[in-house]
């Protein structure tokens, strides 16, 4: 038996699914789901970093760090296909970066510490 998932753009209330030219069947079962419903059904991911991430605590979230947060869960469930580009900007209001994010480094003493040896290992105080 063969499967294919595929999101579809409904126009003038139909629907047009394009199967691959292997595809043999000479007839299908069609069963429609809103985008939401479908996205909603997916599983959990594999990977344990998604997992995880899908898992955390949003209580303490700023409404808008919770929009991007839904934003990217809701991207993580619709999955991407094979060479589609990642969008840009997807975890924007996430994250803050700081207004200083582009300034030089400052000096490597405060990387290393003033009292280190040649090796740059700290001396004992």
Known sequence: MQAIRQFAQVVDHRVTIDLPTDFAAEQVEVIVLSAVEA???????????LRAFMNLDTSAYTPEQKAAYDRVIAYIRSGRREGEPYPLGLFAGFVEVSDDFDDPLPDE?????????EY????PQ
């Open 39 to 49: 996205v909603e059904s997916r599983p959990s991911p594999r990977d344990p970093a």
């Open 120 to 123: 740059g290992i700290s001396l």
């Open 109 to 117: 003493d405060l990387w290393y510490g003033s009292e280190t040896d």
